[in-house]
């Protein structure tokens, strides 16, 4: 480093858009202000929101926006929360609904959660973290735990951090097949009660009620009654935030 150089640097994100008019209306229905726009001689858009900017180009022959691996850019935050409720309410604004599934679209945001995803229509990710996220973060799965314990962490893991509901859902519904049986029934209830927003998430209502239904024979003690209805929550939390009755992070 010289004495010329300051590390007073600003890096901006140059990302690819396989549409540029929706890209243009996605970020404008969000509220970003467009500092550039241009289609000839060649593609180039800017946007500017809050404190940071994005900038687009062409994207490269070939790229499919479908295997959402276009590109991305990490958005450092004092509060997640507060940026969740802003995109969230711009897209009920613009489109009568939160848009949460396909692209573009908006992960949920689970009360306590350090980061969400933003997915552009070309396969872009913006992932919002906050600033003071732990640097030894646990991402799930931990050795310490075992059976159904462990399937729960796993599953938060594909559900927070890897965006991919599915995965979560397959990966406990396979081990509550295999170890009901010898878990202890506060997990089994857990697991069930997970099962429900994890349903709800992949658009499958009746799969979540038939959860619900095997949940309500598993006894429990009211202590372990009261942490199972607060897994639940989230699920009912799932449904006001798709219905639009407000961001409840």
Same mark, same amino acid.
């Not at 062409?58 to 590109?71: I, R, S």
């Not at 931990?142 to 735990?145: Q, Y």
């Not at 349903?199 to 979540?208: I, V």
């Given at each position: 480093m010289t004495e010329s150089m300051r590390p007073n640097e600003t890096t901006v994100p140059g990302l690819? $858009?396989?549409?540029?008019? !929706? $890209?243009?209306?996605f970020y404008?229905?969000?509220? %970003?202000?467009? $500092?550039? @726009?241009? %289609?000839?001689?060649?593609?180039?858009?800017?946007f500017r929101w809050s404190g940071f900017e994005l900038n687009y180009s !062409?994207?490269? @022959? =070939?790229?499919?926006?479908?295997?959402?691996? $276009? =590109? =991305? !850019?990490l958005v450092m935050v004092d509060a997640v929360a507060p940026y969740h409720e802003a995109i969230t309410d711009a897209m009920r604004a613009a489109h009568g609904k939160v848009l949460s599934r396909g692209l573009p679209r908006v992960t949920r945001f689970r009360p306590g959660a350090s980061r969400f995803t933003l997915m552009d229509p070309s396969g872009n990710s913006l992932i919002f973290i906050r600033r003071d996220e732990p640097e030894g973060l646990d991402y799930g799965g931990?050795?310490?735990?075992e059976g159904i314990a462990r399937a729960l962490d796993q599953a938060r893991n594909f559900r927070e951090f890897k965006n991919d509901d599915l995965a979560a859902y397959?990966?406990? @519904?396979?081990?509550? +097949?295999?170890?009901?049986?010898t878990a202890p029934a506060v997990e089994r209830a857990l697991a069930h009660a997970t099962l429900v927003e994890l349903?709800?998430?992949?658009?499958?209502?009746? +799969?979540?009620r038939a959860w619900r239904t095997e949940l309500a024979s598993v006894e429990l003690t009211e202590e372990e009654r009261q +942490?199972?209805?607060?897994?639940?929550?989230?699920?009912?939390?799932? &449904? &006001?935030? +798709?219905?639009g009755e407000g961001d409840r992070s």
């Open positions: 690819h $858009t396989h549409d540029p008019q !929706a $890209t243009l209306d404008e229905s969000l509220g %970003f202000e467009v $500092t550039w @726009k241009q %289609f000839r001689p060649y593609v180039y858009l800017a !062409a994207a490269p @022959k =070939g790229l499919d926006p479908a295997q959402e691996n $276009t =590109g =991305g !850019a931990s050795p310490e735990l397959r990966h406990l @519904k396979s081990a509550l +097949r295999r170890h009901a049986e349903s709800l998430a992949l658009d499958d209502p009746e +799969r979540a +942490r199972v209805e607060r897994e639940l929550d989230h699920a009912i939390r799932l &449904e &006001e935030w +798709r219905d």
